[in-house]
């Protein structure tokens, strides 16, 4: 079949079969949700693990339903500009997609992450960013997941950096242990984390659990 192609006044894709009759190429209509991932820079390979978990769940679960979810995070969404970095960062990022903002994912090892001026970390003032806005309004969901550190590993012989880095797993152990007990007294309740052993030990753990939790019939997507 040999297809005449041409755009019309509403910019539509139009094709004449055989017999004369015009055929209108129309965009099918995707509910779009965002899922913000917050790490320090020690979890790259589980932030792709992330992004491949949502490219296939949308290939094979959600884009047949008409419904998409779209990774964002500071990497690939904020630029660059005059301000606070992280508060840049959350305004190009969480507060931009606030209303279709289904799910934060948080993702920590042995670092906590830099000061950012208000926070002890970037993650951390992510964290509270989206904690404040599930508490007004119920979403979005919070997961995090903790790489087990059974012992402290320094990067180093130098003095300094070994300093350093256990300063940063110390801040990590104390941000787990405030995920777990919650602070009443602020309105925070506990969160229930999850932990791996290494990245195909990740790969399973956020397998088993966003399946579980994408699919509950509660989902506005559902």
């Known amino acids: 079949m040999l297809l005449k192609l041409s755009y019309n006044n509403a910019n539509i894709l139009e094709a004449r079969n055989r017999k004369g009759r015009i055929m ?32 296939d769940y949308n290939r094979h679960t959600a884009g047949p339903r008409d419904v998409r979810f779209t990774v964002i995070d500071w990497e690939n969404y904020a630029t660059a500009g005059v301000g606070r970095p992280q508060q840049l960062i959350t305004n190009q990022t969480l507060a931009k997609y606030r209303e279709s903002l289904a799910l934060v994912i948080g ?16 993650s951390e003032e992510e964290f509270e960013w989206a904690l404040d806005s599930y508490l007004q309004t119920s979403f979005p969901e919070i997961k995090w997941f903790f790489r087990k550190v059974e012992q402290f590993v320094a990067p180093s012989a130098d003095a300094k950096e070994i300093q350093a880095a256990l300063e940063q797993w110390t801040k990590v152990q104390s941000f787990k242990k405030r995920l777990q007990r919650g602070n009443p007294h602020h309105g925070q309740p506990p969160l229930f984390y999850k932990e791996f052993t290494d990245t195909e030990h990740f790969k399973e753990v956020l397998r088993q659990d966003l399946s579980l939790w994408l699919a509950a019939p509660e989902r506005p997507w559902s």
């Open 24 to 55: 209108a190429l129309k965009p099918r209509s995707i509910a779009e949700y965002h899922v913000f991932v917050a790490s320090p820079g020690d979890m790259d390979s589980e932030r792709q693990e992330v992004r491949r978990f949502f490219d």
């Open 107 to 122: 993702l920590m090892g042995q670092r906590f992450g830099s000061p950012t001026g208000t926070h002890e970390s970037g």
